[in-house]
Structure formats: C-alpha cells, structure tokens
C-alpha cells in the first residue's frame, strides 16, 4: 500500500511561482512511475508531468512543457512540481500519483496510475 500527501498549493498571481510536494509512504519501487496530474472544474483530470522514479525519464503535457520542472528525491521518497511562470489557465487541483509497476503504456493518461494522493488547489490570478 502506497499514500501520497501533497503540499504546497495555494494562490498567486499570474507570472508567479508555486513549488509542489508529494511525500510517499509505503512501498515505493524503483520501477514505479510518479507523476503530477491536475482537474478544473468540469474537466477532465489530465497528466502535467511524470517521472520513472527509478531514473531521469520526464515526461510532460505540452502546455506546461518550459515552465514546470517535475523532480524526485529517492532517498526522502518525495516528489516534486516546479511551477514557474504560472498562467490562470493552471488553476486546478493538483493530484501526486504512483503506478504499481513499470508497465505504463502511455505517461500522460490516468489509467497506470493506481495511488492517489487528495489534491492540492493552485489557484492563479489575473
């Protein structure tokens, strides 16, 4: 079994930086990819950026591609999303999650991914 905390939303205004934070507990294999997903209201949830927690791989949407950096801390089981340069269009709450094996066909996509933390809200401002 697997929880994920996250920390670190709040609200800012338009151009700022937020930095995220998922702390995972449990069993963590190096196998597993761990990822940042977001929902606005009346959206669908959707991937912003993943990583192979047992490498470098890095995966991320293509509108926030530049402007997030997603990292890890193996020893302290932490993950993390750099936001920088924050639109509106970024407000939504920010979900950490975790696959169960390396098997995850497609990085981006909800379906591999079987722990989830409860979210935290990034609100930006214009």
């Known amino acids: 079994q697997v929880q994920l905390v996250e920390s670190g939303g709040g609200s800012v205004q338009a151009g700022g930086s937020l930095r995220l934070s998922c702390a995972a507990s449990?069993?963590?294999?190096?196998?597993?990819?761990m990822g940042w997903f977001r929902q606005a209201p009346g959206k669908e949830r959707e991937g912003v950026a993943t990583?192979?927690?047992?490498?470098?791989?890095?995966y991320y949407a293509d509108s926030v591609r530049g402007r997030f950096t997603i990292s890890k801390d193996n020893a302290k089981y932490t993950l993390y999303l750099q936001m920088n340069s924050l639109k509106p269009e970024d407000t939504a709450m920010y979900y950490c999650?975790?696959?169960?094996?390396?098997?995850?066909?497609?990085?981006?996509?909800?379906?591999?991914?079987?722990?989830w933390g409860q979210g935290t809200q990034v609100t930006v401002s214009s």
């Open positions: 999650a975790s696959s169960t094996n390396m098997f995850v066909r497609k990085k981006l996509e909800t379906y591999d991914y079987k722990y």
């Open positions: 449990g069993y963590i294999s190096s196998s597993y990819y």
């Open positions: 990583i192979y927690f047992g490498g470098d791989n890095t």
